[in-house]
């Protein structure tokens, strides 16, 4: 396995793995990888001929409050478990690669709607960080197709109309959201809940589930009260909801209704990590 921290040298591993194979998958993170991101990596490998993977915590897509001086970093243990999966390629570049003139000056790239929903409302700025990172890296590495998580599935929405509305030449496939044995989705922003906020964190998931099943039985019942009564329950275990809400696929647009395909989705924090989970209803 090759580790580039300069776009030099990593467009010397490109041009050789080229003259290779035929098709490069792209995973990108913010290391601190768990068996989500492997999943990641390992559909990547099932699809494609070579897996490049980046590690880079981007800082343009924190917010002055947020943690990015405190985001958990473990370069040399992802090192390991990505060549162990059998990754070809590790991009780990710094801030001033991806940004030589600094991220407040470089150009941004802005979704609109779909970046102003849910989470782009609690974290203004956020996913235009995350789409302009995303773009400077698909210029980098010009990879045949990149894979995204669907615990993020806002954030996989997004990129999905990025690439489609700049007529970018990357496919864009999406993996599964991994769990915990108790349902939790994994995330490197778990290891920030104390044991008993942890013992409390499936309930997001749990709740979840209880209103979709609200909403979609014969008798159903309407989304607000199940909306209400998701809320209700997730307060009483001890989180702050953010928002719980039902959105269309196609859009992002609220719904109370499930005439087309459509996801929950949920941000609620406890104590001060904020954790974010959706369950995606289609209607075929």
């Given at each position: 396995?090759?580790?580039?921290?300069?776009?030099?040298?990593?467009?010397?591993?490109?041009?050789?793995?080229?003259?290779?194979?035929?098709?490069?998958?792209?995973?990108?993170?913010?290391?601190?990888?768990?068996?989500?991101?492997?999943?990641?990596?390992?559909?990547?490998?099932?699809?494609?001929?070579?897996?490049?993977?980046?590690?880079?915590?981007?800082?343009?897509?924190?917010?002055?409050?947020?943690?990015?001086?405190?985001?958990?970093?473990?370069?040399?243990?992802?090192?390991?478990?990505?060549?162990?999966?059998?990754?070809?390629?590790?991009?780990?570049?710094?801030?001033?690669?991806?940004?030589?003139?600094?991220?407040?000056?470089?150009?941004?790239?802005?979704?609109?709607?779909?970046?102003?929903?849910?989470?782009?409302k609690d974290?203004?700025?956020?996913?235009?960080?995350?789409?302009?990172?995303?773009y400077r890296?698909?210029?980098?590495?010009?990879?045949?197709?990149?894979?995204?998580?669907?615990?993020?599935?806002?954030?996989?929405?997004?990129?999905?109309?990025?690439?489609?509305?700049?007529?970018?030449?990357?496919?864009?496939?999406?993996?599964?959201?991994?769990?915990?044995?108790?349902?939790?989705?994994?995330?490197?922003?778990?290891?920030?809940?104390?044991?008993?906020?942890?013992?409390?964190?499936?309930?997001?998931?749990?709740?979840?589930?209880?209103?979709?099943?609200?909403?979609?039985?014969?008798?159903?019942?309407?989304?607000?009260?199940?909306?209400?009564?998701?809320?209700?329950?997730?307060?009483?275990?001890?989180?702050?909801?953010?928002?719980?809400?039902?959105?269309?696929?196609?859009?992002?647009?609220?719904?109370?209704?499930?005439?087309?395909?459509?996801?929950?989705?949920?941000?609620?924090?406890l104590g001060?990590?904020?954790?974010?989970?959706?369950?995606?209803?289609?209607?075929?």
């Amino acid at each position: 396995m090759n580790v580039a921290s300069d776009i030099g040298l990593l467009h010397e591993f490109i041009a050789s793995l080229r003259g290779r194979v035929a098709r490069i998958a792209f995973v990108p993170t913010m290391g601190n990888l768990h068996n989500g991101h492997l999943a990641l990596v390992n559909q990547a490998l099932e699809t494609a001929d070579a897996v490049i993977v980046s590690i880079f915590v981007n800082p343009t897509q924190f917010a002055a409050h947020e943690d990015l001086d405190t985001y958990p970093r473990t370069l040399e243990a992802d090192l390991t478990a990505l060549e162990s999966a059998g990754v070809d390629l590790v991009f780990t570049p710094t801030a001033s690669e991806i940004y030589p003139e600094g991220g407040e000056v470089h150009t941004k790239i802005h979704v609109p709607k779909l970046g102003d929903e849910l989470c782009g409302k609690d974290r203004p700025g956020h996913f235009d960080g995350v789409c302009t990172v995303i773009y400077r890296l698909f210029q980098i590495i010009t990879p045949d197709l990149a894979i995204f998580g669907e615990k993020d599935l806002q954030q996989l929405l997004i990129l999905e109309k990025m690439v489609s509305d700049l007529s970018l030449p990357v496919e864009i496939q999406s993996g599964a959201t991994h769990r915990a044995e108790d349902g939790l989705a994994l995330s490197s922003r778990n290891q920030y809940l104390s044991q008993s906020e942890r013992a409390i964190a499936p309930t997001l998931w749990q709740t979840l589930q209880q209103c979709v099943r609200a909403i979609s039985e014969p008798t159903a019942e309407p989304f607000q009260s199940a909306q209400l009564s998701a809320c209700r329950s997730l307060e009483e275990a001890g989180f702050t909801v953010d928002y719980l809400e039902l959105r269309t696929l196609s859009a992002l647009s609220q719904t109370d209704s499930l005439i087309e395909d459509c996801a929950l989705f949920a941000a609620a924090r406890l104590g001060t990590t904020r954790l974010i989970d959706n369950i995606q209803i289609r209607r075929n």
